[in-house]
Each structure stands twice: as structure tokens, then as C-alpha cells.
């Protein structure tokens, strides 16, 4: 893992939303946020190379039925369950492949086929956020 982008020293746990620049505390945070930033310029892709498909939840749309509530993610960030499976460090380490992908969306697909742990936290993370109901099972 990499180092905090703004003090150096411990590894980076959180990305600015704005900006993306990967910070470890709120410490690091509010001294990245003493100067304004913006959203990174997109990259050109190297010709040949594959440019990284923006999921709909990339969207800045509030109408976008993909996007999560601020109830939903207060359940998400309440839940115990959820808090568990985080500890895992597959867990976590699928999250973040899938979130770096340059095909989210495929490579999420796979991964819920590969890893049994990984398909039972999503299945928790519809239940939780209202998208699955309990008495539902697959």
C-alpha cells in the first residue's frame, strides 16, 4: 500500500472526493483541504490501451436509481455485519481491485462467481440497503 499523499507517513486509508488524492487521517485531510482542489484532468489512454468504463454510479446524477441515499449509506455504516466482513482482508482486497478495474462491472462479475465470502457481503449490502429483502434467498 502507499504512503498518505499529504503527510508521507502512513499508508493512505481514504480519497479525497473531489481531487482523489489519497490521504490516512482527517488531520491529513483538513490540511489537504486548506487549499482548494479539483477533479483530476481524465488521462489520455495510451493508443491501444483500455480506458477505464465509468459505472452509473460515477454520475453526478441525484436522480440515478444506482446511486445510494444518505440512509443507506447511514446503514451501511452502522451495520455490525458489515463491519465484519470489512475485517476481512480478501474483502477488502476485492473491494479495492474492483474499485481500481479498468472494467468494474466485469470484473465484479467475476469475482462474486470466484469468491463465495465476497457474493454473501454483497448480498448483506442489498439487504441492508433495502434492495434485497431478508426472506429472499438465492
Same mark, same amino acid.
Given at each position: 500500500?502507499?504512503?498518505?499523499?499529504?503527510?508521507?507517513?502512513?499508508?493512505?486509508?481514504?480519497?479525497?472526493?473531489?481531487?482523489?488524492?489519497?490521504?490516512?487521517?482527517?488531520?491529513?485531510?483538513?490540511?489537504?483541504?486548506?487549499?482548494?482542489?479539483?477533479?483530476?484532468?481524465?488521462?489520455?489512454?495510451?493508443e491501444?490501451?483500455?480506458?477505464?468504463?465509468? +459505472?452509473?454510479?460515477d454520475?453526478?446524477? /441525484?436522480?440515478?436509481?444506482?446511486?445510494?441515499?444518505?440512509?443507506? =449509506?447511514?446503514?451501511? $455504516? &452502522?451495520?455490525?455485519?458489515?463491519?465484519?466482513?470489512?475485517?476481512?482482508?480478501a474483502?477488502?482486497?476485492?473491494?479495492?481491485?474492483?474499485?481500481?478495474?479498468?472494467?468494474?462491472?466485469?470484473? +465484479?462479475?467475476?469475482?462474486?462467481?470466484? /469468491?463465495?465470502?465476497?457474493?454473501?457481503?454483497?448480498?448483506?449490502? =442489498?439487504?441492508?440497503? $433495502? &434492495?434485497?429483502?431478508?426472506?429472499?434467498?438465492?
Amino acid at each position: 500500500m502507499t504512503t498518505c499523499q499529504i503527510c508521507h507517513k502512513d499508508p493512505w486509508k481514504y480519497k479525497c472526493p473531489t481531487c482523489r488524492i489519497q490521504y490516512c487521517s482527517v488531520t491529513c485531510f483538513k490540511q489537504h483541504k486548506l487549499e482548494p482542489c479539483a477533479p483530476p484532468a481524465p488521462e489520455k489512454t495510451p493508443e491501444g490501451e483500455k480506458e477505464r468504463r465509468q +459505472l452509473p454510479t460515477d454520475s453526478t446524477d /441525484d436522480d440515478d436509481p444506482s446511486r445510494l441515499t444518505l440512509d443507506q =449509506l447511514t446503514s451501511i $455504516g &452502522h451495520s455490525n455485519q458489515v463491519l465484519r466482513y470489512l475485517e476481512n482482508p480478501a474483502i477488502r482486497e476485492w473491494v479495492s481491485r474492483i474499485d481500481q478495474s479498468l472494467d468494474p462491472e466485469e470484473d +465484479l462479475k467475476k469475482a462474486r462467481a470466484e /469468491d463465495p465470502t465476497l457474493e454473501e457481503f454483497i448480498q448483506l449490502l =442489498l439487504r441492508t440497503t $433495502g &434492495h434485497k429483502k431478508d426472506d429472499i434467498e438465492e
